[in-house]
């Protein structure tokens, strides 16, 4: 069969070798099940607070002090702050790769924002099982999460429960 | 050269063109505003449709660089795509109606209201929601409370399925508020 878009169709089958080698790998390693233990760590997600993306239309646009260092200066902000959201959004991720489907049906995330996150400062998510409760067939699991800078600074903490097995 | 260089130049390298065209944005969101805390009292409650459309969808992931292929209802070089989830087509990311509450609670706000800060949620998913789907938001304030010095109101909110009629998501709130 022919590729479809000549270079790009071939780009495709080479990213699938490439993702067969390493990231599918990776991938089966993350769902939690009901044999994962309390302590299991998730798997981090590290992502940089560009001032582009802090200042995008559907982020922060509506606010200067999220994207402009001028405006941020003038009400005391040292730089720009990414809006609090943006780091929950991080966090929803790296729990979507462990829980999957558990995480759209039932399931329950509180964030608490206990400091700003400011343009350039680059953040990596973090959870940690730390208890699970029978129900049903399986468990409702719960772990602490949070986001923290290279200094290991936490910007945003909380937890997250969701069914597994159930 | 001097606006390329510096702390804000590392930031956001701009020309002299781009940042006359910032400050004129700015500008045009200069206006008369009070406190979030004197805006707002108990009981008020405000709602709004929001249509999750597949574009948007994608312009809220795009900046969190969130790439989870469950999401996408759009393609570049296919356009709109029933797309594949564990619920069948696309889906909506867990926490993207949480993030359009913010557009509700500040709707009467231009721009927004002065001094507030979003510190805390408690979200419920109780189903998910397709791409496409039209969602009505509700908020309503149901505290107003001090601590540690510092003033805050909290919000209770709903989102439902304005065809269907399916709660999809619960929510409690806080604003800190100068």
Known sequence: MPLPF???????????DRMAETGERLLASLPITPETPVGFEFQP???????QLMGSRAWGRFNPNHWDPEYAQSTGLSDPIQTGEMSSAYIAEMCVNHFGAAMFKGARIVCKYIASTVAGEVVTTHGVVTGKTPKGNGFRFRADIWCENEAGEKKTVGWVEADVGV | MDEMTGKDGELKPMTAVQKAQTRAFIEGL????????DMVEIGDELSRELHLTPELV?????????YNPW????????????????????????????????SVQ????RPFAIG????????EILEPIPVGATVRITTRAVDKFEKRGRRYVRHEVTVTDVASGILYFRETRDILSL
Do not use: C
Request: aromatic share 16%.
């Open chain 1, 6 to 16: 000549g270079w790009a169709g071939k780009a495709r089958e080479w990213e699938k």
């Open chain 1, 45 to 51: 997600l590290r992502k940089k607070a560009a001032i």
């Open chain 2, 30 to 37: 200069q206006q008369e505003s009070q406190t979030y805390w």
């Open chain 2, 58 to 66: 994608i312009l809220y992931l795009d900046p969190v660089e969130d």
């Open chain 2, 71 to 102: 999401y996408e209802g759009w393609r570049m070089n296919t356009w709109h795509i029933p797309g594949e989830s564990p619920f069948g087509g696309a889906i909506v990311p867990p926490l993207l109606v949480s993030h359009f509450v913010l």
């Open chain 2, 106 to 109: 500040f709707d009467h706000t």
């Open chain 2, 116 to 123: 507030s800060i979003h510190t805390f949620h408690d979200s």
